[in-house]
Structure formats: structure tokens, C-alpha cells
T-cell receptor
Framework: KQEVTQIPAALSVPEGENLVLNCSFT??????LQWFRQDPGKGLTSLLL?????REQTSGRLNASLDKSSGRSTLYIAASQPGDSATYLC????????????FGEGTQLTVNP | DAGITQSPRHKVTETGTPVTLRCHQT?????MYWYRQDPGHGLRLIHY???????DKGEVSDGYSVSRSKTEDFLLTLESATSSQTSVYFC???????????FGQGTRLTVV
């Protein structure tokens, strides 16, 4: 059974700092990995999707990498801003899980002005 | 934003009553999903659909049923609500299997 772990569970940084969020998964047979952002009381917003054949994806100040063989992904946020404060979730679709996303429990990020 | 509308957004119901949550999409995506989000458990899949009248169970399907009679609508029914079904319910869609998933704003359900 696929398990997804996100470390740390919470992170507090000063504004302007570059930071890395980590995601690990137990079964490397995946179709893709997706990073989401969730603001309190809101739905999930898709940030980046990395296909299993890709090593990284970039969108603005965000860069996500994927190392399928080691079961790890990182989300790099450059020059963090208070507006980046949210919970960040990663999810994978495994080859044997059909179209189901398996989620980690998220990293709660606070960027202090 | 992907065109996903969940209704109602908030509901309080009594134990033992039936409840139906609705997810409506305007993207013509083939796949639709229902997840629940609970502290300490994260997001867990309840049921999903891969086409009209085609559905399958997720990891926490007991006590829930679904129906999809049209591409754009996916209904989640709690036949007899229990307090353990108090949760935030999210609908998601994807164009096809393994493609990017988009989520609705959620329905907060409280069973008293």
C-alpha cells in the first residue's frame, strides 16, 4: 500500500527566505506526483504536476523535483512571502492504484513579515 | 480556476438522516472523485467515477454511496449519517486517469 510522508509537519520562516518542503513515498511505481496548496477553510489549489518521466517542474517561484527511484520529491519556494503561508500537500498516483491520489498529511508553512 | 461547484457548502444534520452532497463540473472531465479530510488522517478517497454510471470504491467507502447519471454531476449520499461522518468533503476532477486533478471548495458536514 502506497504511503506518503511529508516532513516537516510545520515550518516557520522569515520573509525572503528560500525553503524546501519534502515529500517521500514508499512505492516508486507512480504515474505522477502533484503538489497542492490549501489555505485555511478552502479547497486545494494545484501548484505543479510532475510526470513520472520528468525530473522537475517550475512555475514562477516554485520548483518541484522528483526522484522516483528514491521515492522523494521536493518543493522549493524561492524568496518566500507572507502570502505563501498555507498548508502544502503532495499526492501521488500509483501504477497499481488506478487513478487514485494518495496524499501526505501536509506541511503547514508560516512566512513571517 | 477549474469549474467545480460543490453544494451545499455547509450542512448540519442529525444522526440517522440521509444526506446528499452534490458536485457539479463544467470542464467535461471524465474522472470525478469524492474525498474526505480529517485531522490526523489527511485526505482519503471515498468513491470515484470514470464515466457516466461507472463508479468504484475508495479506501473509506463504507456508509457512502455515489451516483453519476450525467458527465457533469457526481452525487455522494450518506444513507444514514453517523457522527463519524462529520468531516470536510471535497470533490475533485481530472481529464483522465493520471492527469492533473482539480478540487472544489469543499463541503463542511456536521452530524449531531
Amino acid at each position: 500500500k502506497q504511503e506518503v510522508t511529508q516532513i516537516p509537519a510545520a515550518l516557520s520562516v522569515p520573509e525572503g527566505e528560500n525553503l524546501v518542503l519534502n515529500c517521500s513515498f514508499t512505492d516508486s511505481a507512480i504515474y505522477n506526483l502533484q503538489w497542492f496548496r490549501q489555505d485555511p477553510g478552502k479547497g486545494l489549489t494545484s501548484l505543479l504536476l510532475i510526470q513520472s518521466s520528468q525530473r522537475e517542474q517550475t512555475s514562477g517561484r516554485l520548483n518541484a523535483s522528483l526522484d522516483k527511484s528514491s521515492g522523494r520529491s521536493t518543493l522549493y519556494i524561492a524568496a518566500s512571502q507572507p502570502g505563501d503561508s498555507a498548508t502544502y500537500l503532495c499526492a501521488v498516483i500509483g501504477v497499481t492504484s488506478g487513478s487514485r491520489l494518495t496524499f501526505g498529511e501536509g506541511t503547514q508553512l508560516t512566512v513571517n513579515p | 480556476d477549474a469549474g467545480i461547484t460543490q453544494s451545499p457548502r455547509h450542512k448540519v444534520t442529525e444522526t440517522g438522516t440521509p444526506v446528499t452532497l452534490r458536485c457539479h463540473q463544467t470542464e467535461n472531465h471524465r474522472y470525478m472523485y469524492w474525498y474526505r479530510q480529517d485531522p490526523g488522517h489527511g485526505l482519503r478517497l471515498i468513491h470515484y467515477s470514470y464515466g457516466v454510471k461507472d463508479t468504484d470504491k475508495g479506501e473509506v467507502s463504507d456508509g457512502y454511496s455515489v451516483s453519476r447519471s450525467k458527465t457533469e454531476d457526481f452525487l455522494l449520499t450518506l444513507e444514514s449519517a453517523t457522527s463519524s461522518q462529520t468531516s470536510v468533503y471535497f470533490c475533485a476532477i481530472s481529464r483522465d486517469s493520471g492527469t492533473e486533478a482539480f478540487f472544489g471548495q469543499g463541503t463542511r458536514l456536521t452530524v449531531v
